[in-house]
């Protein structure tokens, strides 16, 4: 009896963290974007000085953006599959698009 009490408090508490982590996760795009561009600016960096061709300064550079554009790409792609979700929920099958074009004119 006792177990079945913390399994079921277990599975109350689980979707709370879940949002939490969630939330942590979209907070950390912008930190991503910027430790994505300076990795590749250092990287950089310690390719032109290692091999000494001012170029491979700017490839680095071109990696770090790069890396940044694929963090907001994968972002997007989460934030379009969570939003597929509440089409298909019931709760909000009446809220669909109408089509007026009085505001158009």
């Known amino acids: 009896m006792a177990k079945e009490k913390l399994v079921e408090e ?3 508490n689980k979707p709370a963290t879940k949002k939490v982590v969630e ?3 979209d907070l950390s795009l912008g930190i991503s974007i910027v430790v994505a561009v300076l990795l590749g600016v250092g990287l950089g960096y310690w390719m032109r000085s290692f091999f000494g061709y001012e170029w491979l300064f700017w ?3 071109f990696w770090g953006v790069g890396g940044a554009i694929l963090n907001i790409y994968k972002a ?3 934030q379009v599959k969570a ?3 509440y089409a298909n929920d019931p709760r909000y099958k009446n809220y669909s698009q109408k089509d007026d074009d009085e ?3």
């Open 10 to 12: 277990g599975a109350e």
């Open 23 to 25: 939330g942590a996760y």
């Open 59 to 61: 490839l680095g550079v």
């Open 76 to 78: 997007y792609q989460k």
């Open 83 to 85: 939003f597929e979700e």
């Open 103 to 105: 505001d158009d004119a």
